[in-house]
């Protein structure tokens, strides 16, 4: 475990430090806004789960943070794990690389450990930070911009949804935003849990604007009941030529096809725009195969989702594989030396899982943060050992391997935390 360097500490932080907190965020994020407009806003923080760095001498000085969600849902392949989402992650920039990062990370997976979390999440500013602590890449976001009126394939049923534009509110919405996207069955896919969450989710403010409209609802109903929704605000462009305003979608969340046709036509048409932009997409998003001409759209592809496996059989046990499994794994995990060594997994297709220690031959040797990157079912071990991540001892067993720890949903999350 890295050690706090000498001379600071390692303390709990309480809700009375939320100037320090967000004037050290605003250190290692720089903002336009000034403090006082951020703290007009909801903290979405979870307070039991902040921790700084204060300087030992001075312990009114807060050098450095990290906080996590509870993602106690997570979705998995097949089931559900407790996970923690670690985020407001900073180090001032005049205290940076003496270790910090270094020592957090360290009291983050020993709580991880003391919660009963066996996977730790987590969205990154810069990819080439996390994967040091074992962290890898699990899922992927699509960004889709598209032009107005782009060509729809038809769904049945489209039709018989209605959509209400609205301006999304707290009060008005928070119950049914929250309900349709804890509905969605997809790895990775953590939704905000904790009220903190869900108030910071759909609370305005002009902050958050940056020259666009307030954020916007469209709420589709199907016989009077909500069955999908979409978060976007609009941003007006007038040039030479007319208007040329664009439609920025946040989140879209549609119970079935037809809800997801009708919610995309409509945001395909909106008066005084030219441009949409689709928000967060897994890489097997409708939205794709609703697209008559797909090379019309630019798409852009970024890392979204990074996981670390902090306790390996229980976080291996709660997913399921999709095909039949037996193989014995040879980690190394530096920095979770519990983890490392040789585990011999076996599951049935879409059953249980037992993972236990073994003294047995390794069939795949690897390293945690490639355990990391292939345990929300999206990114194959035959694609890590493409890239020589993942090496195969045993002939056949790799292929065996990659067919099982897949899965038919591709992973995804809609917002970064
Ligand atoms: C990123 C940040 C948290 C790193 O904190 P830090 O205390 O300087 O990190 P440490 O000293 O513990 O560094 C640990 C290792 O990570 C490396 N590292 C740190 N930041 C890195 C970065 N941005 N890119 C690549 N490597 C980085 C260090 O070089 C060091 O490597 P080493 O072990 O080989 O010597 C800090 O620079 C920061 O607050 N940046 C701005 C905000 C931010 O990006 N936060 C992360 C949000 S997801």
Same mark, same amino acid.
């Given at each position: 475990m890295a050690p706090i360097p000498d001379t600071f500490d390692l303390v709990p932080l309480t809700r009375d430090r939320l100037p320090d907190v967000l004037e050290l965020d605003m250190w290692a994020f720089p903002t336009g806004d000034s403090l006082e407009d951020m703290l007009t806003l909801p903290s979405p923080l979870s307070w039991d789960r902040t921790f700084g760095v204060v300087e @030992?001498?001075?312990?009114?000085?807060?050098v450095a943070l990290h906080a996590s969600y509870p993602f106690a849902q997570c979705p998995v392949p097949g089931g559900r794990v407790r996970a923690a989402g670690l985020t407001w992650v900073g180090v001032h920039p005049q205290w940076r690389r003496r270790g910090l990062l270094s020592a957090m990370i360290d009291t983050h997976f020993a709580h991880c450990r003391q919660w009963g979390e066996p996977v730790s999440l987590l969205t990154a500013?810069?990819?080439?930070?996390?994967g040091r602590f074992?962290?890898? /890449? @699990?899922t992927r976001r699509l960004h889709l911009t598209m032009k107005r009126g782009a060509a729809l394939r038809p769904v049945p049923g489209s039709d018989e949804i209605s959509v209400r534009f609205e301006t999304a509110s707290l009060d008005r919405h928070g119950e049914l935003v929250a309900r349709l996207h804890a509905a969605v069955d997809r790895p990775?896919?953590?939704?905000?849990?904790t009220p903190q969450l869900a108030t910071m989710w759909l609370t305005d403010a002009p902050i958050f604007r940056e020259g666009r409209e307030v954020q916007r609802i469209a709420v589709a109903e199907r016989g009077g009941e909500a069955v999908g929704y979409a978060l976007f605000r609009r941003k007006s462009n007038w040039a030479d030529s007319g208007p040329e305003g664009t439609v920025g979608v946040q989140e879209l969340v549609a119970a079935d096809p037809a809800v997801a046709h009708a919610l995309w036509s409509r945001l395909l048409d909106l008066d005084l725009t030219t441009e949409i932009t689709s928000g967060m997409l897994a890489d097997d998003d409708p939205l794709l195969s609703l697209l008559?001409? /797909?090379? @019309?759209a630019k798409v852009t592809v970024k890392d979204n989702v990074w996981a670390r496996i902090i306790d390996l059989p229980a976080a291996l046990t709660a997913r399921q594989y999709q095909a039949d499994l037996a193989v014995v794994f040879d980690v190394t995990d530096e920095r979770l030396p519990a983890n490392a060594g040789r585990w011999r997994v076996t599951a049935e297709a879409f059953g249980a899982a037992r993972v236990e220690r073994t003294d047995a031959e390794a069939d795949l040797a690897l390293d945690i943060r490639e355990l990391g990157s292939a345990y929300l079912g999206g990114t194959t071990l035959l694609e890590l050992a493409g890239a020589g991540l993942v090496k195969e001892r045993?002939?056949?067993v790799l292929r065996e391997a990659a067919v099982a720890f897949g899965w038919p949903v591709a992973p995804g999350s809609s917002w970064i935390f």
């Open positions: @030992a001498d001075h312990p009114e000085r807060l500013s810069e990819p080439a930070i996390y074992g962290y890898g /890449l @699990a990775g896919w953590v939704t905000r849990e008559v001409d /797909l090379r @019309a045993r002939p056949g």
